[in-house]
């Protein structure tokens, strides 16, 4: 069923694209400056970062690589980018690495959980690279227990910590305030209480959910219904409470009862989704939203930017999609964003760990993640980003879709691959396909 992030459109479509332009003039008007008193000692010379071209990101970048000169004039800090991060940027990752060309380096892909039975041709590259030695281990750095004890277990390959996540985007349900005050709705927080939400709101001939999956977005059904609703429904009853390793082990089947659950509740709550939400634009999502064509939109945190910029009056709330009868197991999923990497062997490496050390400063991280858009990895912090007060008291909690559907090579069977097993899952939606077809089709696929 899993398979390769770089064939969602995620990080190169849908955080580039959906909130570039809302987060840059964001970047420019709402994060004060920082002043910083020049030092002549420290660190001196040109410092290299490579990222890709995720203009949130990128502007975040870009802001406290100024901050940082500020602090330390001796250094220079060069910025290079390449466009797509599954063709463009993985060249010049991969040739950077191998070159030892740059100092610290970015991915969108974590280095756990690996692999059952890892080998260089099932590791994601930055697996292949952690496991290999060539970062530099930060677990001595003083500032990195800034972070969580799950964003360091993401970068943690036989105890030694080889990145920072730098945080996660979330997947919920958000919703219009002024419908849900004019319909006199409570947020729900259970599965029940949602059903009883969608079928009110349609009484009223309101379309509940909006969900654009046209384009080549059929991942979304699996990314805001199948996967939250399996974290919430199944991941509770596997041992270990991750889906991903007990599923390589045989320990757990997909053909069962908590699987098929959850793609019967997916099919419930599809009747409640606007019609022809298929053909429906992925990128029209935010903007749909925000022009209450729905009083809900499936969908993640990055997009919340997008919908601000479409309409900044909108009164947004969130809540995590409820598949559980029990209100405590219904949780946001948890999607890891950038990492930053030293490279062992950086041509400066005073610089890059002092970068390193800046960023994860307290008023630095904070203006990275109200920048982005981001919810924060790390312990603590108080962020104004428009996204942070929709998500308020969810900010940064969830559960980690890694051990839901982790990244990893593409090696799955037909049906498990990245185009098939969103199809299934639109199968289902439509009726086409009972959930009992497709846990057996999907079961039967897995290798």
Do not use: C
């Amino acid at each position: 069923m899993q398979r390769h992030r770089a064939n969602k459109p995620t990080h190169g479509i849908r955080a580039a694209t959906a909130i570039g332009v809302a987060a840059l003039a964001a970047a420019a008007t709402t994060v004060p400056s920082t002043a910083w008193a020049a030092t002549s000692s420290g660190p001196s010379g040109t410092l290299k970062i490579i990222t890709w071209v995720n203009p949130p990101a990128v502007a975040a970048i870009t802001k406290i690589d100024q901050l940082f000169e500020q602090k330390y004039p001796n250094v220079h800090v060069q910025l290079q980018t390449a466009a797509n991060v599954t063709a463009g940027y993985a060249t010049l990752l991969s040739t950077t690495v191998d070159a030892n060309t740059a100092d610290i380096v970015t991915n969108v892909y974590q280095i756990q959980p690996l692999p059952l039975h890892p080998t260089r041709s099932t590791m994601l590259p930055t697996q292949y690279w952690a496991s290999s030695g060539v970062y530099l281990p930060l677990n001595n750095e003083p500032w990195i227990h800034n972070f969580t004890s799950s964003a360091l277990a993401t970068e943690t390959y036989n105890g030694q910590i080889y990145g920072v996540l730098s945080g996660v985007y979330q997947r919920v349900v958000f919703y219009n305030k002024t419908d849900f005050a004019k319909y006199h709705i409570s947020v729900p927080t259970t599965y029940n209480q949602f059903l009883t939400v969608l079928k009110t709101l349609s009484a009223d001939h309101v379309t509940p959910l909006w969900l654009g999956v046209g384009g080549g977005a059929s991942i979304y059904v699996p990314d805001f219904l199948t996967e939250p609703l399996m974290a919430e429904l199944w991941l509770p009853h596997v041992a270990g409470n991750n889906i991903f390793t007990a599923t390589q082990t045989g320990a757990a089947k997909f053909n069962n009862p908590y699987y098929i659950q959850a793609m019967t509740e997916e099919a419930a709550i599809g009747k409640y989704i606007e019609p022809d939400y298929t053909g429906v634009p992925w990128t029209g999502m935010p903007g749909a939203f925000a022009s209450n064509k729905a009083a809900m939109l499936l969908d993640g945190s990055w997009d919340l930017a997008s919908v601000q910029k479409a309409n900044p009056g909108i009164q947004v709330g969130s809540f995590p999609l409820p598949g559980s009868n029990v209100a405590s197991a219904n949780q946001p999923l948890l999607q890891p964003d950038l990492n930053f990497e030293i490279l062992k062997h950086a041509q400066n490496m005073p610089a890059a760990q002092a970068w390193m050390a800046f960023f994860a400063s307290q008023p630095i991280y904070e203006q990275y993640v109200d920048i982005t858009g981001i919810s924060p990895s790390e312990t603590s912090g108080t962020y104004s980003s428009f996204s942070s007060k929709v998500l308020g008291s969810w900010l940064g909690k969830g559960i980690n879709v890694l051990s839901v559907t982790p990244n990893w090579a593409p090696t799955r069977g037909y049906y498990d691959t990245p185009v098939q097993y969103p199809l299934l899952q639109e199968a289902v939606l439509s009726g086409s396909k009972s959930p009992q077809d497709v846990a057996k089709l999907v079961d039967s696929n897995w290798k």
